[in-house]
């Protein structure tokens, strides 16, 4: 059995992300950009500031006039931002010019308009500054030709902003890889179905069609398939054909009725793992299938709604990431926090408790959730931001430091 580690380096390896790329347009569909992969760095062709603006609202005068003060200059222009100056400043001569504004020819310093006195055309500089105050100089932020925005990160709101603003409004971004989901199980009906006695309502569609969703890729549901081999061949061979990545729920016990490993090994799968020492979620599949160009890759999760989710954000999630074009690292984000209560593990696992981790002054505190953390709870795991990790055999202590695997 592989440990939570092993097993994560062992799946990384198994990946091979997504090589397609395709244009978005930033400036006509934000939405469909926010956080896709970029594939290409991007390059600007402009200078940052374009040319050299003001900061301030005030004068734009010539540094050698205001070297003694009071020094009286003569207003030749007045240039609000976006206006192209007209004229050359000459000694003696100011521009009234206001924040944002392109500097005219012949100024090279900024006046605060709190540092003069303006009495009509004339203008009189109380303090004198020095050379290029209050200039914001063409380049000085960025100069055209270096590089941007590195490739293989997600766009954020920021990146768009710039990405604007550098008018680079055709970006290459991979193709968001497709996941198929299927949920396996006789017991099971759709949450919309009356459900009759024995039976179980499908979670677990839902649930991993949302976790999919939020990592970025596209979530393909394929319903439920019952407990029968062909019908399960049937199923994962038809998820195969329209995804990139397969996920089921359930099947991959020891129980009579659990053919995922069996029909995998039948389709030609190699399983590279069939167990992790994690708790919930031990029994986890990971094959890989070269059924169509690349080797693609399926994850057999347990039925159990917990088991399945707390399996997702441990291994799939990263793997998507990864799958993804994304730059390492692909791992979930771990913190450190204040347990608030005792934590202990459960058997000779590996043991993640969902709960509430919340930032404070000193850093994180993990709550654990009430209730039962039995892996058929799903009321509690409503909300669950975090798992407190503890250690196989451990018992974490009230006030004491716990890791904390972090759920966006
Ligand atoms: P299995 O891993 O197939 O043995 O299922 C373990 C438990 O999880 C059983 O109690 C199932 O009824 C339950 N279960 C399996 N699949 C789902 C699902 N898609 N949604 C909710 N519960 C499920
Ligand atoms: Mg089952």
Redesign the pocket.
């Known amino acids: 059995m592989f440990t939570a580690v092993e097993a994560e380096q062992l799946i990384f390896s198994l990946v091979v992300p997504v090589q397609a790329v395709e244009t978005v347009d930033i400036a006509g569909d934000v939405a469909g950009c926010l956080g896709r992969i970029l594939a290409t760095p991007v390059t600007g062709e402009l200078d940052f500031p374009h040319w050299d603006n003001s900061a301030m609202d005030g004068y734009a005068v010539r540094a050698d006039d205001i070297q003694r003060v009071p020094a009286t200059l003569h207003i030749v222009e007045e240039i609000p931002a976006g206006k192209r100056p007209q004229k050359t400043i000459g000694p003696g001569q100011a521009a009234r010019i206001l924040t944002g504004a392109m500097m005219p020819a012949g100024a090279d310093t900024v006046v605060m308009q709190e540092e003069s006195e303006r009495q009509g055309a004339q203008v009189t500089i109380l303090k004198s500054s020095d050379r290029q105050a209050f200039v914001r100089q063409q380049g000085s932020f960025y100069r055209a030709g270096s590089k941007l925005l590195e490739n293989k990160r997600a766009i954020a709101p920021a990146d768009i902003a710039l990405l604007a603003a550098a008018q680079q409004t055709y970006v290459q971004v991979y193709r968001r890889p497709r996941v198929a989901i299927l949920?396996?199980?006789s017991?099971?009906v759709r949450p919309d179905q009356r459900l009759h006695p024995g039976q179980?309502?499908?979670?677990?569609?839902y649930a991993l069609t949302a976790l999919v969703a939020q990592t970025g890729a596209i979530p393909v549901p394929m319903g439920i398939v019952s407990d029968d081999r062909k019908a399960v061949s049937r199923a994962i061979a038809s998820a195969l054909m329209q995804a990139d990545m397969v996920i089921s729920?359930?099947?991959?016990?020891v129980?009579d009725y659990?053919y995922v490993d069996a029909v995998l090994a039948e389709l030609g799968a190699t399983l590279h793992i069939r167990a992790v020492a994690v708790k919930p979620g031990k029994?986890l599949t990971v094959a890989t299938i070269n059924s169509r160009e690349r080797p693609q890759l399926y994850f057999g999760l347990?039925?159990?709604?917990a088991s399945a989710m707390v399996g997702f954000w441990r291994f799939v999630a990263p793997a998507i990431a990864k799958l993804s074009g994304r730059a390492g690292p692909w791992s979930p984000a771990f913190v450190w926090a204040q347990a608030q209560a005792a934590l202990k593990a459960g058997g000779q696992r590996e043991t993640y408790l969902w709960g509430q981790l919340t930032a404070n002054q000193a850093g994180y505190a993990f709550e654990p959730a009430g209730g039962s953390h039995s892996s058929?709870n799903l009321v509690n795991l409503a909300n669950t931001n975090g798992l407190g990790i503890v250690p196989q055999g451990e018992q974490i202590a009230a006030g004491q430091p716990v890791r904390v695997l972090k759920i966006s």
């Open positions: 949920s396996t199980g017991e099971l179980i309502v499908d979670s677990n569609q729920s359930g099947g991959v016990s129980g659990d029994p347990p039925g159990n709604p058929g």
